[in-house]
């Protein structure tokens, strides 16, 4: 989780922002793959017609079978849902999200300052205690709400302390299971309250690296908060390295601090050979670093194939996207906390954190808004080891339909989604979940 930044400003334009049509790299096959149904191949073929892929003049027939696009002709006894014309877009991935913490759906909660991580996990302990929903119910809620907005998959992080156990992880594979149908998600075991501070999380995270209901294992500022980064870092990539996980690891540390700890995860990551496997969320250091160490620093991400994540906080502390993935690394976009004791802000919504991202960057061109958008869908599904639902025959028939008339106007207007496909089934229609 990452501290309330303050209000983005709406001045200067991104310096080399560029469309991200075409770039990034295919999913790394070692990337634990998000936890899904198998694909029902016997599910009768449906054709969903008169659609606008990507805003398209002339409208299409999109044809799917087993579940992927098709390019053949619609084989006889299909099921025809009627599109009207609305534009086809693949769903989105959020790539960093805190089901676990959420309120959603319940009522209103009054929160108190804060400003350091401490305060803020001392205040998750506070809600969670005094819930009388179950994580897996409050879970659930929220994940079912981003289904109905657009989302095909999720990586989704639970937090893992004394004050908890293994109660949120848990909890979320209890609402995956309950979506399986219609979200692919994997989880992150999340030491918010530190790995080596607080005495018994380390063992926990153990527990969930053997249970197999965990995917990867999470961080958090091995200098700044945990003060402790080769003993953290020790810790996790030994864990990961002896359970198979992947890792991804909250890196807010800013200056020296920041990227000393992104240093030590990069190595770690070449000596152990966790290619495709590592991730690091945030990593406000980043974009402080001049042109030159930036590419030196995407140089080596790309080597070893570490993806990244941002949130789209700020100007300041996002991502710089475009000449990342210029350089082959992956990078996706997430919602973080929704509706929690750190913040009363968020909605699940990716389609709304892609126009937050052309916000806070001040983007104005139609590249910059498309790019935008494929962050948040191509992007995400590069980080979590999914194939990307780009329409394309042989593609998952993940896809959602919007009236509208192109994708920049998509981005900036957030229509309602009026039909979520997943997998080529419709999911969602009109807000609600079928």
Not at 14 to 29: E, K
Not at 162 to 174: F, I, K, R, T, V
Request: overall charge negative; charged content about 25%; glycine content about 10%.
């Amino acid at each position: 989780m990452t501290p309330p930044p303050p209000a983005p400003s709406r001045r200067g334009v991104l310096a080399g922002a560029a469309s991200l049509a075409g770039a990034g790299v295919l999913p790394a096959a070692a990337v634990p793959p998000a936890r899904a149904a198998s694909r029902d191949r016997t599910a009768r073929p449906v054709v969903f017609r008169d659609v606008r892929p990507f805003g398209a003049k002339r409208p299409v027939d999109l044809t799917v079978v087993g579940g992927l696009i098709s390019d053949r002709a619609a084989p006889a006894g299909a099921q025809v849902i009627d599109g009207g014309g609305r534009i086809a877009l693949p769903t989105l991935v959020d790539a960093h999200i805190h089901p676990d913490k959420t309120t959603w759906g319940g009522s209103w909660e009054s929160r108190r300052p804060a400003d350091t991580i401490e305060e803020f996990a001392a205040q998750d302990v506070e809600l969670f205690r005094r819930q009388d929903r179950s994580v897996a119910e409050r879970a659930y809620g929220l994940m079912a709400h981003a289904v109905t907005r657009g989302t095909r998959a999720m990586r989704a992080h639970a937090d893992v302390a004394p004050a908890y156990g293994l109660a949120c992880a848990e909890g979320l594979a209890q609402a995956r299971e309950r979506l399986r149908h219609a979200l692919d998600v994997q989880i992150v075991a999340f030491p918010q309250h530190g790995v080596i501070r607080t005495p018994g999380t380390a063992e926990l995270l153990k527990q969930a690296a053997r249970s197999g209901t965990v995917d990867f294992l999470g961080g958090i500022d091995p200098i700044g908060f945990d003060q402790a980064l080769d003993e953290q870092l020790d810790l996790l990539f030994g864990l990961a390295d002896r359970y198979g996980v992947g890792l991804d690891i909250h890196l807010h540390d800013r200056g020296e601090k920041g990227r000393t700890a992104l240093r030590g995860i990069i190595d770690r990551t070449r000596t152990l050979s966790l290619h495709g496997k590592v991730t690091v969320s945030h990593v406000f250091c980043l974009p402080e670093l001049s042109d030159a160490d930036l590419a030196r620093t995407a140089a080596d991400l790309a080597d070893l194939d570490i993806a990244l994540t941002t949130v789209a906080p700020s100007r300041s502390l996002v991502l710089p996207v475009a000449e990342l993935t210029e350089h082959g690394v992956r990078v996706g976009l997430g919602s973080d906390g929704v509706r929690d004791a750190w913040s009363p802000f968020g909605n699940a919504d990716m389609l709304h954190r892609a126009h937050l991202l052309g916000w806070v960057r001040d983007d104005r061109l139609d590249a910059e808004l498309t790019g935008c958008f494929e962050t948040g869908s191509h992007g995400g599904a590069d980080v979590m080891g999914l194939p990307r639902a780009d329409l394309s025959p042989g593609s998952p028939a993940d896809f959602l339909l919007v009236r509208g008339e192109c994708v920049p106007q998509i981005v900036v207007d957030l229509p309602a989604r009026d039909v979520v496909v997943h997998r080529g089934r419709v999911v969602a229609r009109d807000g609600a979940l079928v």
